[in-house]
């Protein structure tokens, strides 16, 4: 992560005292061998504070591409860890609830996003679907794809002057990344330093978690919300995850505020 801003990557440091993994393996067989002869890379099961079921593609299929440090892509993934990004988000005092709107972002000024609630952007009921070509989430305006742009090109092109339509469901990439550059401009554009704090001391992770990005100023809202990690550090994210909710501390309570707004998808809800 270059300060000086040339070149901004969003890839946290590893914890000093990272997750230990107890494993109990126990054999499944379909499983062994949906993994010698399927395309299936990687399976783990944790149960109980254990990992009891721990299969990765042997040598022979696709172990000479895959193992437990590749760093694997996450698409759907993401937008889940952009939730739970936002709930660490509140309990620091960055956010204040999820009743808070985007009214204070400079980049929301005169856009549909502008009056939106937090919950509403993290239950991707943004009412922007009639923005979106159908089900594709490519701008009707001008063909171009919010995966690939930052938020400042997107509120001064396709949504300037926008206005929200019904808040439904409308599953796509571009309500996670609104969610993760607002907690950016919340840290005052120190989203890394907020990152390695929740990935370092919190989950802990063994390797490193890297968020894609379209930019270097990260004041234009250029994180994405795919991120890669390894297959461990991917499984000890749902473990911090599964503890807060336990303990119900300052994270869980909010975890378990985020469940009971949720929303129905009704077959994600694209056409209702």
Wanted: without cysteine; glycine residues 6%.
């Amino acid at each position: 992560y270059n300060l000086r801003g040339i070149s901004k990557i969003y890839n946290t440091v590893p914890s000093t005292n990272p997750l230990i993994l107890n494993f109990q393996n126990r054999k499944e067989l379909l499983i062994d061998n949906q993994i010698k002869t399927t395309g299936l890379s990687s399976y783990l099961i944790y149960e109980d504070d254990k990992v009891v079921i721990d299969k990765i593609s042997p040598v022979t299929r696709f172990g000479d591409i895959f193992n437990n440090n590749t760093m694997l892509y996450s698409m759907s993934l993401g937008k889940s860890l952009t939730g739970y990004l936002m709930a660490h988000a509140i309990a620091k005092g960055y956010v204040s609830s999820l009743d808070q709107t985007l009214e204070d972002w400079p980049l929301t000024q005169n856009t549909l996003l502008n009056k939106l609630k937090i919950k509403e952007v993290i239950n991707a009921t943004m009412g922007d679907q009639e923005y979106f070509t159908g089900n594709k989430e490519i701008f009707k305006t001008s063909g171009r794809f919010p995966g690939d742009l930052d938020i400042a090109s997107i509120t001064s092109k396709e949504l300037l002057g926008s206005k929200a339509s019904e808040k439904r469901y409308f599953y796509g990439q571009f309500s996670s990344n609104v969610a993760l550059n607002y907690i950016s401009f919340k840290t005052g554009n120190k989203f890394i330093h907020f990152l390695n704090d929740v990935m370092q001391k919190h989950v802990k992770l063994e390797g490193s978690l890297k968020f894609t990005h379209t930019g270097n100023d990260e004041k234009l809202g250029i994180i994405q919300s795919n991120f890669k990690a390894t297959r461990y550090d991917i499984l000890r994210i749902g473990i911090a995850i599964l503890n807060d909710w336990r303990t119900e501390n300052d994270v869980g309570k909010i975890l378990k505020k985020i469940y009971f707004n949720k929303i129905k998808k009704n077959n994600f809800n694209f056409d209702r």
